[in-house]
């Protein structure tokens, strides 16, 4: 059996990443109390609930704390009993969570008289440290709308053996902002920028042009070399510390051309021996 918990901050998207695995056929619970979920589990798995193989459960800060400090030890019983287990965690700046309360006028879960909206986001981050601890994979959607939280979902969850370590990879551009939920960072804004060429600034690193351009520049390749020699020395020790998703992120200034072209490249140079790469352009997207 398969089981997929969605968990995060309020207001971070949580109701569509589970709205997106029940399209996809899971069985979806939402708001499951932690102290149901191996119940939970057990039901699914005896021989009456064999058609339902799939089943995902919501897990966030309306549980009793001292039922989310059980967590890991709930989680661990689970996979002793064979059970394929994927946390997702989703989570935003607090200003972008702030504006989202705002523009819906929703009420924030943990807020109260003595508690306000800011005070609540920061209690519900120290609250779900048990569940982060043991998260898979990190979801920020402080820069991603619901379309393109959809489709990280179905490309994290719909794909690939859930024993085995997933590689996103992710270019962005720096005056945007860094990626929050980045595992490894580097840098592509040492090479010649393409933008600066008349001819090549209004396309991408996904256009042959550009490709063609950052081919032809000797730092480009040795840059992405050594990129590469790093991600082939590490992967395997990030992969024996049994995560289930390593965040690679690429940035340059605008994040439209360099790291663009470094992803494609390196996507192309390690899928035959890391095997699910998943591939993100933010700034384009």
Not at 68 to 81: A, H, N, V
Not at 116 to 132: F, G, H, M, V, Y
């Amino acid at each position: 059996m398969k089981l997929a918990i969605i968990s995060g901050l309020s207001g971070s998207g949580k109701t569509v990443a589970l709205h997106t695995l029940e399209d996809m056929g899971y069985y979806c619970i939402d708001n499951l109390p932690v102290a149901l979920l191996e119940a939970f589990t057990r039901e699914f798995s005896k021989q009456h609930h064999k058609d339902i193989q799939e089943v995902a459960a919501g897990i966030d800060a309306r549980n009793h704390p001292d039922q989310i400090k059980r967590f890991p030890e709930i989680i661990r019983s689970c996979r002793e009993r064979g059970i394929n287990c994927r946390i997702i965690f989703l989570q935003a700046e607090n200003h972008t969570l702030l504006k989202r309360f705002s523009e819906t006028r929703r009420k924030h879960p943990l807020t109260g008289p003595d508690m306000t909206l800011a005070d609540a986001i920061d209690k519900e981050r120290k609250l779900l440290t048990p569940i982060t601890t043991n998260a898979d994979l990190f979801i920020d959607t402080s820069q991603t709308n619901l379309y393109q939280l959809r489709d990280l979902v179905r490309e994290c969850i719909g794909t690939g053996d859930s024993q085995k370590q997933s590689i996103v990879l992710r270019s962005f551009g720096y005056k945007h902002g860094l990626p929050a939920d980045a595992d490894l960072v580097f840098d592509a804004r040492c090479l010649p920028n393409p933008y600066w060429e008349p001819d090549l600034r209004g396309l991408t690193g996904l256009d042959k042009p550009v490709v063609d351009f950052l081919d032809g520049d000797a730092t480009a390749h040795k840059l992405g070399d050594h990129i590469e020699q790093f991600l082939e020395t590490w992967v395997p020790n990030f992969s024996s510390d049994n995560r289930g998703y390593l965040n690679i992120a690429i940035g340059c200034t605008g994040g439209q051309h360099r790291s663009v072209y470094l992803v494609e490249r390196l996507a192309r140079r390690l899928g035959d021996q890391f095997g699910e790469i998943i591939i993100r352009h933010r700034e384009i997207e």
